[in-house]
């Protein structure tokens, strides 16, 4: 495997249903992230993982938990989804270097969730 | 409020016309990234620009960076229909701990034949 990957790459669940994305980065990076992308909206930035520590919720619903367990790997954990919740959700890694600067995201290739 | 901001939004052009895309922000940044995405895919890294002045090209694209006017642009030249897609400028907050891109809107390219 390489760079960034992502599955499952699609999910279809119900409103009471518990599931999990997973995401992986082959990249040797230290920060990974996820992000919603809806239609025809912007890339929203949900969290951030900087060598595994949170840094980053960007006010998303509880009902989204990301787990980081170590620099390599990133779960989004979902639970009593709402249909409006439905969208392509993006995992990214990069490397964060010296003075704080964040680099270069690569970005897997996404989950298309839809929630009935 | 950090806002990064692309125009156009959305381009149709025809095949072998020049056109350039604008990203303006609002906060001080040296360094700034363009992505490419196709419909239903995933975001694809064209250019990182790390300084002021720098000018990357591939193809029939090139970016540049101005950071005391807080400007980017992507200029395509004599297009062609594979650079149909959306293209995201993202500007690199730098700040210790809790920095991110800050993406753009995205620029939808349709190039017809």
């Known amino acids: 495997e390489t760079g960034v990957t992502q599955t499952p790459r699609h999910l279809v669940m119900g409103m009471t249903n518990k599931k999990s994305l997973k995401c992986e980065q082959h990249l040797g990076h230290n920060a990974m992230y996820w992000y919603k992308q809806s239609a025809k909206k912007p890339l929203e930035l949900m969290f951030v993982?900087?060598?595994?520590?949170?840094?980053e919720n960007n006010s998303v619903p509880s009902r989204f938990s990301p787990e980081c367990p170590n620099s390599s790997h990133l779960f989004l954990h979902l639970h009593t989804l709402q249909p409006e919740d439905s969208a392509l959700y993006l995992c990214?890694?990069?490397?964060?270097?010296?003075?704080?600067?964040?680099?270069?995201?690569?970005f897997g290739p996404g989950t298309r969730l839809t929630v009935l | 409020e950090l806002k990064v901001e692309q125009n156009p939004l959305f381009l149709s052009m025809q095949e072998g016309k020049n056109y350039t895309i604008y990203c303006n922000y609002s906060t001080t940044s040296d360094r700034l990234y363009w992505y490419r995405q196709d419909p239903g895919k995933s975001l694809e890294s064209l250019f990182v620009?790390?300084?002021?002045?720098a000018v990357k090209q591939e193809g029939r694209l090139m970016a540049s960076l101005d950071t005391k006017a807080r400007l980017s642009t992507l200029h395509i030249t004599a297009a062609v229909h594979d650079l149909s897609a959306t293209y995201f400028c993202a500007v690199d907050i730098r700040a210790a701990y809790t920095g991110k891109l800050i993406f753009g809107q995205g620029t939808t390219l349709q190039v017809k034949p």
């Open positions: 620009l790390l300084s002021n002045g």
């Open positions: 993982y900087n060598f595994k520590e949170q840094t």
């Open positions: 990214a890694s990069s490397q964060v270097g010296e003075g704080g600067w964040y680099n270069e995201q690569f």
